[in-house]
């Protein structure tokens, strides 16, 4: 087992992380908006790129947001004329959501987006950095997801 660090070292890392997250959200949230996408709109397109036909229910998961949540967004993103509901084949009542064409353009145009801002920021790093953070986040991600287990729930 790993030495414990000093409580007020973690309390300040946390605190480092979300300002961090934060500001990378702020940073991309802000490019995006000027080629006239959300951050939420941003992940259900670039998610539909990855694969298509999905319910709102499945995308709502894959997102880690809410039913109510995704039904807001692929409302708006249909009035754009980005994404269409299609009737599931399985159960017509039931809808598939699919790209438009204007949607994968804009799925695209936002990829890129983030893919500029990435080689801006974490591009800069060393290889061997970058490497060791990623390993810092996976061993992190990983206790996080231990933290989540319904058996750790009924422990604590």
């Known amino acids: 087992m790993p030495d414990r660090q000093n409580p007020d070292r973690s309390v300040r890392v946390w605190f480092r992380l979300i300002r961090l997250e934060a500001r990378m959200q702020a940073a991309v949230g802000e490019r995006l908006r000027e080629i006239g996408v959300s951050i939420p709109q941003c992940d259900v397109l670039t998610t539909l790129t990855e694969q298509e036909g999905v ?32 009737s599931a084949a399985v159960d017509r009542r039931q809808h598939a959501i699919h790209l438009t064409e204007a949607g ?4 695209e145009r936002a990829l890129a987006v983030q893919h500029r801002w990435i080689a801006s920021t974490l591009g800069r790093m060393a290889e061997a950095d970058l490497e060791a953070l990623e390993t810092q986040l996976v061993a992190l991600r990983d206790i996080v997801r231990d933290r989540q287990s319904p058996a750790r729930a009924v422990k604590d």
């Open 55 to 86: 319910s709102q229910q499945e995308l709502a998961k894959r997102l880690y947001v809410t039913k109510g949540n995704i039904s807001g967004l692929i409302d708006r993103l249909a009035e754009a004329g980005l994404v269409e509901r299609r």
């Open 104 to 107: 994968r353009r804009m799925a």
